[in-house]
């Protein structure tokens, strides 16, 4: 299986500061590399797929960065909307393994 | 508008069988595969396996194989999870999502699985 290894596994931050989270992958996926966002009590919602394209509807704030087996989510300025548990997700063959997860929480 | 929708929340007994189901709309529903994922109560996203109900072509996590069922009914656009003997440890929430080309989009709202004696 392909591990994937998200850091950190929590940080707390401020409206208005860039967050930036990392997903790095224990062998070659390309880039099939997809983050969500879950907030408590709801389902997990798509963000970005193949490491940069974002869903539609996700605001250009999230962005999504990609160097080997490294990817990044960020956040360019975090709004109070924000604050949630992100997962990285590789869907380059089965199974397709999450990371852990990172809460960002409010400072 | 591309929609699905889970079946209800279960309590059950250790040793029962249960079947949950993924009911999609809104789209062709034999071109894109239906995964499942476990949440164990505040813990992670853990990926089950898939199944493609165009020809009813399952992978499942190493995890999960022979622990569950993974289906799909093409006439009614339903995925199913199901389980023959259920644990203590299956209470969980499922979630079904739709998945193509790499790109998981939609989810379902989830099922609360409780298996307690």
């Known amino acids: 299986d392909i591990q994937m290894t998200q850091s950190p596994s929590s940080v707390s931050a401020s409206v208005g500061d860039r967050v930036t989270i990392t997903c790095r992958a224990s062998q070659s996926i390309s880039n099939y590399l997809n983050w969500y966002q879950q907030k408590p009590g709801k389902a997990p919602k798509s963000l970005i797929y193949a490491a940069s394209t974002l869903q539609d509807g996700v605001p250009s704030r999230f962005s999504g960065g990609a160097s080997g087996t490294d990817f990044t989510l960020t956040i360019s300025s975090l709004q109070p909307e924000d604050f949630a548990t992100y997962y990285c997700?590789?869907?380059?063959?089965?199974?397709?393994?999450f990371g852990q997860g990172t809460r960002v929480e409010i400072k | 508008e591309v929609q699905l929708v889970q079946s209800g929340a279960e309590v059950k007994k250790p040793g029962e069988s249960l079947k949950i189901s993924c009911n999609s709309s809104g789209y062709s529903f034999t071109n894109y595969w239906i995964a499942w994922v476990r949440q164990m109560p505040g813990k992670g996203l853990e990926w089950m396996g898939i199944v493609h109900p165009g020809d009813s072509d399952t992978r499942y996590s190493p995890s999960f194989q022979g622990q569950v069922t993974i289906s799909a009914d093409k006439s009614i656009s339903a995925a199913y999870l199901h389980w023959t003997s259920l644990k203590a440890s299956d209470t969980a929430i499922y979630y079904c999502a739709r998945f193509y080309g790499g790109n998981t989009d939609y989810w379902g709202q989830g099922t609360l699985v409780t298996v307690s004696s």
């Open positions: 997700q590789q869907s380059y063959s089965p199974p397709h393994t």
